[in-house]
């Protein structure tokens, strides 16, 4: 039998067709960080001209979504991202200003899909870019003891796909911080479930994972065919539309020299494959497609699109 660390492979293209996947975008929950943090090197004087005034709080920090995508073919559902969950403790509640529902607890994953009439159990599996907790840490959930320490599988029927760069380095806790791998969403439960991956490679029929590493070393994008053409969700090389410049790292990449290269790079491929971008951390508008400015070919940027 193989054991969880064990890479498993996956059928080649010649036996997989693609299939186009329906996309639905899911909000799971609004939060906030520290602006500088997620600027970086961009001085204060800079970045707070793009904000309108009173967006950034008291506490210096910047609103920001966490979302997700809901896929849909031929009956099968797969997720991308799952937000931070129902796990934080009150104080962590109020350090990140993570939105709350009316009745008082955290909005999550199971909220959003639970507006579009979609239930946990059908998800049959779940694709994150990396497992920092604003991105996995909804794989898992509060029991009926309601002990973040003993929490539950959120998706109890699907496989959860990883890079097995990113699934080693977050049970080592590799990273620049601390306290975002944690051990309540990457759980034994969780560890049954993973299916790891190496790589640029089609992972479900119309799916493929990309590396693009720089704000970790195993971050990936999801690259899925749609009857509308590619669509790609992007991970935290570019968490929001205001991180389309290319200095624009956040304070906290492992890498930030690889992030501005894998962004350039990203930016280049998009425009020349026609992807249309889902920006993981965007509060607003968060669908964007790569264009060119007029007589600059070389100059891109991005422009507002739909599903």
Avoid at 51 to 67: E, H, K, S
Wanted: charged fraction near 20%.
């Amino acid at each position: 039998m193989k054991g969880v660390f064990d890479r498993i492979p996956w059928p080649s293209r010649d036996i997989l067709h693609p299939m186009p996947w329906s996309p639905t975008l899911l909000r799971c929950g609004s939060f906030r960080l520290d602006a500088g943090c997620m600027f970086g090197l961009i001085p204060r004087v800079v970045w707070t001209r793009w904000f309108p005034q009173g967006v950034i709080d008291d506490a210096n920090r910047m609103p920001l979504q966490t979302n997700s995508l809901l896929l849909e073919s031929t009956g099968r559902l797969v997720l991308v991202e799952v937000g931070i969950g129902d796990k934080m403790s009150p104080k962590e509640h109020q350090m990140y200003a993570q939105e709350l529902t009316p009745a008082g607890r955290p909005r999550t994953i199971l909220d959003a899909l639970h507006e579009i009439n979609a239930r946990p159990e059908d998800i049959s599996a779940v694709i994150c870019t990396h497992l920092h907790f604003d991105h996995a840490g909804g794989l898992t959930r509060l029991g009926t003891d309601n002990d973040p320490a003993r929490p539950v599988l959120t998706f109890p029927n699907a496989e959860i796909i990883s890079q097995a760069r990113e699934w080693d380095d977050a049970l080592a806790g590799r990273s620049t911080m601390n306290k975002t791998y944690l051990p309540n969403h990457l759980n034994p439960e969780v560890r049954e479930r993973i299916r790891l991956v190496e790589g640029e490679r089609e992972v479900l029929p119309g799916i493929t994972v990309i590396p693009v590493p720089g704000h970790t070393w195993g971050q990936q994008v999801i690259k899925i065919e749609t009857p509308r053409g590619p669509v790609v969700f992007c991970n935290d090389v570019m968490p929001t539309a205001l991180h389309a410049p290319p200095t624009t790292n956040h304070a906290y990449d492992v890498e930030p020299y690889t992030s501005i290269l894998e962004r350039a790079k990203l930016f280049a491929r998009a425009a020349s494959e026609k992807w249309t971008l889902v920006l993981d951390h965007e509060p607003n508008h968060p669908v964007h497609r790569v264009e060119a400015e007029a007589g600059k070919p070389d100059s891109l940027h991005l422009v507002q699109a739909g599903l």
